[in-house]
Nanobody, 122 residues
Framework: QVQLVESGGGLVQPGGSLRLSCAAS????????MGWFRQAPGKQRELVAS??????????NYADSVKGRFTISRDNAKNTVYLQMNSLKPEDTAVYYC?????????????WGQGSQVTVSS
C-alpha cells in the first residue's frame, strides 16, 4: 500500500505561480513513476506531468498545454514529487491529483492523492 498526501493548492491570479507537493509513504518500489493529473468540471482527468524514478529511466513527460510553464521534479530521499506551476492561466483551473504508479515487468498499479483545488482567477 502507498499513501499520498498533497499540499499547495489555492487561488492565484492569472500569470501567478503555485507549487504543489505530494509525499508518498508506505511500500515504495524502486521502479515507479510519480506525476500529476488534473480534472476540470465537465472534463476528463488528464495527465499534466510525470517523472519516472531513476530505476525506470528518470524520464519526464508533460502535456503540451503546460510545456514551458510547469516543471515537475522529485526528491527521492523524501519520496516527494513537486509541480512548479508558472504563468498560470484560467484554463489551468482544476482539481489536481497526485499519482504514484508502481511498475513491474508486464504491469503497473496506480495510487491517487486526495486532490488539490487550483483556481486561477482575477
Amino acid at each position: 500500500q502507498v499513501q499520498l498526501v498533497e499540499s499547495g493548492g489555492g487561488l492565484v491570479q492569472p500569470g501567478g505561480s503555485l507549487r504543489l507537493s505530494c509525499a508518498a509513504s508506505g511500500t515504495i518500489f524502486s521502479t515507479n513513476a510519480m506525476g500529476w493529473f488534473r480534472q476540470a468540471p465537465g472534463k476528463q482527468r488528464e495527465l499534466v506531468a510525470s517523472i519516472a524514478s531513476i530505476f525506470s529511466g528518470g524520464n519526464t513527460n508533460y502535456a503540451d498545454s503546460v510545456k514551458g510553464r510547469f516543471t515537475i521534479s522529485r526528491d527521492n530521499a523524501k519520496n516527494t514529487v513537486y509541480l512548479q506551476m508558472n504563468s498560470l492561466k484560467p484554463e489551468d483551473t482544476a482539481v489536481y491529483y497526485c499519482n504514484y504508479r508502481q511498475l513491474w515487468q508486464g504491469g503497473s498499479y496506480d495510487y491517487w492523492g486526495q486532490g488539490s483545488q487550483v483556481t486561477v482567477s482575477s
